[in-house]
């Protein structure tokens, strides 16, 4: 059975940094894709960031040049480091992991006012 626990958000002023982390139990990590997905009140889960199992990212153009995803493999970690934040960031952030099924996170809420 997959787990990711996410953790690492909060609250942050615009222009403001976090860094989040997804922890995933199993010995599915070295070898899964993984990505972080957001979905803001009213609007549906969207795309933010992917990593396959040998580190090749890709990223929606709202993330380019602002968040860089990475993954630690010793700790089956997954991260999203995001600098810039605007307001329209705000939202509850998802790890998501892919090995023969979708698995998620619980979420972690990120928002971004002043």
């Known amino acids: 059975q997959v787990q990711l626990v996410e953790s690492g958000g909060g609250l942050v002023q615009p222009g403001g940094s976090l860094k989040l982390s997804c922890a995933a139990s199993?010995?599915?990590?070295?070898?899964?894709?993984m990505a972080w997905y957001r979905q803001a009140p009213g609007k549906q889960r969207e795309l933010v960031a992917f990593?396959?199992?040998?580190?090749?990212?890709r990223y929606a153009d709202s993330a380019k040049g602002r968040f860089t995803i990475s993954r630690e493999y010793a700790k089956n970690t997954v991260y999203l480091h995001m600098t810039s934040l605007k307001p329209e960031d705000t939202a509850n952030y998802y790890c998501?992991?892919?090995?023969?099924?979708?698995?998620w996170g619980q979420g972690t809420q990120v928002t971004v006012s002043s």
């Open positions: 990593i396959t199992s040998t580190g090749n990212t």
């Open positions: 998501y992991l892919n090995y023969g099924a979708a698995y």
């Open positions: 199993g010995s599915t990590f070295s070898i899964s894709p």
